[in-house]
């Protein structure tokens, strides 16, 4: 199932994010029963005005001015792209996979759209992106954003031009140790923020305990 939107820089079916990455707003937006859902994890009034929908962000393999907009067409239709307009006008966050990883449903959905005759994609992923009518504070989205999300599959992102670090490629880096040895358990607190892990207390005590017996630091690839 592939979605997504219209909008932004004089283009009837996307949004540009920069010269090489475009996206698209799905057409379906969730029921009213998963929008109250969504209203009481994030402790709204039932009359709150949310949407909620998947969107593609589109990474090309040359710039967005040098294709076609029967190209565009296609692709927004394979998507089943919505003819909305500028998603920057509402207060609004998204949520993508990871940063630095490439999700087992983009690997599927760019071999699909390749199978489509659809040459200039290099690369899609699927994001949720969720607005609001009223104006609400970055702060509070990110509050939100976080509640909705899995820390450990997915980032909240409250700016479009966040959007090319999906696509950036990450070198390996060298594996760095986790001093619990100098200062404790305030170590691992500190990588679990750090490293974006989402262990809870209970989980970080149980790993301090069972390093601090082997009276070894662990290290950021282990955890």
């Known amino acids: 199932m592939l979605l997504l939107q ?18 698209i707003l799905g057409s379906e937006t969730s029921s009213e029963f998963r929008l109250n859902r969504i209203r009481e ?3 709204l009034d039932k009359s709150s005005d949310v949407c909620a929908r998947e969107i593609y962000f589109l990474k090309l393999r040359k710039d967005s001015s040098y294709v076609f907009e029967e190209d565009y067409k296609q692709l927004s239709d394979l998507l089943a792209g919505s003819d909305t307009q ?11 996979p990871r940063i630095g990883t490439i999700s087992p449903w983009s690997s599927k959905a760019t071999e699909i759209i390749g199978n489509c005759g659809i040459e200039f994609v290099e690369r899609v992923e699927r994001g949720l992106y969720y607005s609001f009518t009223n104006k609400i504070q970055a702060t509070e989205l990110l509050r939100m954003g976080n509640i909705l999300s899995d820390r450990m599959t997915q980032n909240v992102i409250l700016s479009l031009e966040e959007i090319p670090q999906l696509f950036s490629n990450h070198e390996p880096g060298l594996v760095q140790s986790i001093d619990i040895t100098s200062t404790k358990i305030n170590a691992l607190q500190k990588a679990n923020t750090e ?3 989402a262990l809870n207390q209970e989980e970080i005590a149980y790993l301090y305990e069972s390093y601090a017996k082997t009276n070894k630091d662990p290290t950021d690839a282990e955890l």
Not at 12 to 18: A, D, F, G, Q
Not at 86 to 96: C, H, R, V
Request: some cysteine; proline content about 0%.
């Open 86 to 96: 500028d998603i920057k006008d509402k207060s609004f966050f998204l949520l993508t």
């Open 6 to 23: 219209c909008q932004a820089t004089l283009m009837n079916s996307r949004i540009e994010v920069s010269q090489n990455i475009v996206a």
């Open 41 to 43: 994890s994030l402790s």
């Open 195 to 197: 490293l974006g892990l």
